[in-house]
């Protein structure tokens, strides 16, 4: 079991967890009764396949010798505390677990959500897999907003409403560039050892300065998508994760390899706490009548 957490990378989890909870969160608040099965469906699905993700980046980092020097938490492969076959069987059996949750958002949706669905079961081994992968090719970046941010919130709510709409697709966007973060930290972290072993990601292409420019966007733009949903008055809660942000930001403007694994840490606690502050600007008028 100590293994299995290890592998899993617990720190990264939330990012599938709170996007189909946020949606959620907003689709209550306009009007719409949903299921709590349905949300629950939503949740687990996400999270096995980030599950998936992270085994099978486990395994073929390791094949591919890009964790012969790690800069980041342990990876059981690399380190031989897990067999290749172990790793393949939790990949495959968290896979098969998401497919299984996903029979109820079908069974609700319809197949127009077979899509997404499929493409994501196939990009959790595609990310660093298959003849394309995505993380050597400096597109994790995208994968993450688009499964983390579009895919889940939209795909969510359209779950949950049979209906898009124009805000929640900003909710997407927002939810990308959080989770993005959270790979970027990752990237700009193990840039020079990705270099040697021709691993190309994004952080790999571009200078340094240019990349933690990119990161520090992806940690504040979220913060103007909320006028979508409120107005600069009514904003004021955001300033218990802004303070955050800021930290964040010190640490990625200033610590170079290990000691960015703080940023790990603080992108996740942004997270929690930027969508703690957001879900009480979704609910402000209930919480703040006369204000």
Same mark, same amino acid.
């Given at each position: 079991m100590k293994n299995f957490l290890l592998a899993s990378r617990p720190k990264t989890l939330l990012a599938s967890i709170i996007p189909p909870l946020m949606s959620f969160i907003y689709t209550t608040k306009i009007g719409f009764? +949903?299921? %709590?099965? $349905? #949300? +629950?469906?939503? +949740?687990?699905?996400a999270l096995c396949i980030q599950l998936a993700t992270n085994f099978f980046n486990d395994l073929i980092d390791n094949q591919k010798g890009a964790d012969n020097v790690r800069h980041g938490p342990l990876r059981v492969t690399s380190a031989g505390l897990v067999a290749p076959t172990t790793i393949k069987y939790w990949s495959y059996s968290s896979l098969i677990f998401a497919a299984l949750f996903a029979i109820p958002l079908i069974q609700k949706a319809g197949f127009i959500i077979l899509i997404p669905g499929l493409l994501s079961l196939y990009l959790s081994y595609g990310y660093t897999g298959g003849p394309y992968p995505l993380a050597y090719k400096g597109l994790g970046e995208t994968f #993450?907003? $688009? *499964?983390?941010? +579009? *895919?889940? #919130?939209v795909g969510s709510f359209y779950i949950y409403t049979s209906q898009f709409s124009f805000p929640v697709l900003m909710l997407s966007f927002i939810y990308g560039f959080l989770t993005m973060t959270l790979i970027c930290v990752n990237n700009l972290r193990d840039r020079i050892e990705d270099q040697k072993v021709n691993k190309l990601t994004l952080a790999t292409k571009v200078t340094e300065k240019t990349y933690i420019v990119f990161t520090l966007c992806s940690i504040f733009l979220p913060y103007l998508f909320i006028f979508e949903f409120t107005s600069l008055i009514k904003s004021w809660p955001m300033i218990i994760s802004f303070f $955050?942000? $800021?930290k964040l930001s010190k640490i990625i403007?200033? /610590?170079? %390899?290990?000691?960015l694994n703080l940023g790990l840490k603080f992108g996740g606690l942004h997270l929690i706490l930027f969508s703690?502050? *957001? !879900? @009480? @600007? @979704?609910?402000? /008028?209930? %919480?703040?009548? !006369?204000?």
């Open positions: 009764d +949903v299921s %709590l099965i $349905l #949300v +629950v469906c939503c +949740v687990l699905s #993450v907003f $688009l *499964f983390f941010g +579009v *895919f889940s #919130v $955050l942000a $800021l403007l200033t /610590e170079k %390899l290990e000691k703690l502050s *957001f !879900s @009480i @600007i @979704i609910f402000y /008028e209930n %919480l703040f009548p !006369s204000i």
